[in-house]
């Protein structure tokens, strides 16, 4: 599902200067890149369903992929965000506090959805835009960066919210989280619209080529002509973007700010993003494999759910996945030198 950076193409070499034939390990490895997370999919939800029975029922189906729309939607972002060579570690804490806002504008405040929800999605892009413009005119690590902004969004939320949960929203915002279309729920629309969104982002415009161009070698990508600084601050604004989007979500299907609401969904999101076959050190990768990183991650805890797996061995296994996802990622990178 991997999809290679565009840095370098170009015009053909002559038939002397072409690449030799692919060894058996290369292929094997370009198989990997475009079906390997597939074959993952299909080979962990035959063996769950082979030991519980129920996992296959339209029911718990439609569960699993209500259950990661939210951490989906987030995972759109992110993917924007490692494909461009940073990290974003605040999206739970920025659901957290989007949801707050939102809360506390439509029941203390008694103000209409859509200026709490527009409220709360400027929030979400401004904390973004922070996020890429203090790592980026800063000298600073987005890691480092958004680790700090992970917990002043965090404390922002408790003070906002006085400590406590704030419910009653109103019945019509709560089509948001918790309605339908047809058979299928509203956020799995929206998360199902993000990634074809996403997806003709990066492939057909040059705001998403320059994001692959910046990832793959960004002193190339300054030299061709790009605005770096410009489109790195721009794709973390995205990501808070998304993030607020999640946050609004969360709180419609929760009908409540909850204080703990996103918390190690930064764990999840990147997760599925690094599953998805995007590389942890920018350039390589697609929104398509996030969608089935999503489902695998969300496969996987339901599996692990209705096994009887209890919650502290399933933060053993995620954690496990993401490292060996990443170990993954690191030997197909010596490999192809």
Same mark, same amino acid.
Not at 235 to 241: E, I, K, S, Y
């Given at each position: $599902?991997?999809?290679? *950076?565009?840095?370098?193409?170009? +015009?053909?070499?002559?038939?002397?200067?072409?690449?030799?034939?692919?060894?058996? =390990?290369? +292929?094997?490895?370009?198989?990997?890149?475009?079906? /390997?997370?597939?074959?993952?999919?299909?080979?962990?939800?035959?063996?769950?369903?082979?030991?519980?029975?129920?996992?296959?029922?339209?029911?718990?189906?439609?569960?699993?992929?209500?259950?990661? #729309?939210?951490?989906?939607?987030?995972?759109?972002?992110?993917?924007?965000?490692?494909?461009?060579?940073?990290?974003?570690? *605040?999206?739970? #804490?920025?659901?957290?506090?989007?949801?707050?806002?939102?809360?506390?504008? $439509?029941?203390?405040?008694?103000?209409?959805?859509?200026?709490?929800? +527009?409220?709360?999605?400027?929030? /979400?892009?401004?904390?973004?835009?922070?996020?890429?413009?203090?790592?980026?005119? /800063?000298? $600073?690590?987005?890691?480092?960066?958004?680790?700090?902004?992970?917990?002043?969004?965090?404390?922002?939320?408790?003070?906002?919210?006085?400590?406590?949960?704030?419910?009653?929203?109103?019945?019509?915002?709560?089509?948001?989280?918790?309605?339908?279309? =047809?058979?299928?729920?509203?956020?799995?629309?929206?998360?199902?619209?993000?990634?074809?969104?996403?997806?003709?982002?990066?492939?057909?415009?040059?705001? /998403?080529?320059?994001?692959?161009?910046?990832?793959?070698?960004?002193?190339?990508?300054?030299?061709?002509?790009?605005?770096?600084?410009?489109?790195?601050?721009?794709?973390?604004?995205?990501?808070?973007?998304? *993030?607020?989007?999640?946050?609004? %979500?969360?709180?419609?299907?929760?009908?409540?700010?909850?204080?703990? +609401?996103?918390?190690?969904?930064?764990?999840?999101?990147?997760?599925?993003?690094?599953?998805?076959?995007?590389?942890?050190?920018?350039?390589?990768?697609?929104?398509?494999?996030?969608?089935? =990183?999503?489902?695998?991650?969300? %496969?996987?805890?339901?599996?692990?759910?209705?096994?009887?797996? *209890?919650?502290?061995?399933?933060?053993?296994?995620?954690?496990?996945?993401? %490292?060996?996802?990443?170990?993954?990622?690191?030997?197909?990178?010596?490999?192809?030198?």
């Amino acid at each position: $599902m991997a999809e290679p *950076s565009s840095v370098g193409k170009g +015009a053909a070499l002559p038939a002397a200067e072409r690449r030799p034939a692919p060894t058996p =390990g290369e +292929a094997l490895l370009a198989v990997w890149d475009r079906y /390997g997370i597939l074959i993952a999919l299909l080979v962990v939800s035959l063996t769950i369903g082979a030991l519980e029975p129920v996992f296959f029922s339209p029911i718990n189906i439609l569960n699993v992929v209500r259950q990661i #729309s939210i951490i989906g939607i987030i995972a759109v972002g992110e993917t924007m965000v490692i494909l461009l060579g940073g990290i974003d570690l *605040s999206v739970g #804490s920025v659901v957290a506090f989007t949801g707050a806002v939102a809360a506390t504008l $439509m029941v203390p405040l008694a103000q209409p959805i859509p200026l709490a929800a +527009a409220a709360a999605l400027l929030v /979400g892009l401004a904390i973004g835009f922070l996020n890429g413009f203090v790592s980026r005119k /800063g000298g $600073m690590h987005p890691f480092i960066v958004t680790l700090g902004t992970l917990s002043v969004c965090r404390g922002l939320t408790l003070i906002l919210a006085g400590g406590r949960p704030i419910s009653g929203l109103p019945e019509a915002f709560l089509w948001l989280g918790g309605g339908e279309v =047809g058979p299928i729920p509203v956020p799995v629309i929206l998360f199902l619209g993000l990634v074809v969104l996403a997806g003709f982002v990066l492939r057909r415009t040059t705001f /998403g080529r320059s994001i692959y161009a910046i990832g793959g070698n960004e002193e190339a990508a300054r030299l061709s002509g790009v605005a770096v600084d410009r489109i790195y601050i721009a794709t973390f604004a995205l990501a808070g973007l998304l *993030s607020g989007l999640a946050g609004l %979500v969360l709180t419609s299907r929760l009908n409540s700010a909850e204080l703990v +609401a996103g918390q190690g969904y930064e764990l999840d999101v990147i997760a599925a993003v690094v599953i998805g076959g995007t590389s942890l050190f920018g350039g390589v990768g697609s929104v398509y494999g996030t969608l089935v =990183g999503a489902l695998l991650i969300g %496969v996987i805890s339901n599996g692990l759910n209705l096994l009887g797996v *209890s919650s502290y061995w399933q933060l053993v296994v995620k954690g496990l996945v993401i %490292v060996v996802a990443a170990l993954i990622d690191n030997l197909k990178r010596r490999f192809r030198r």
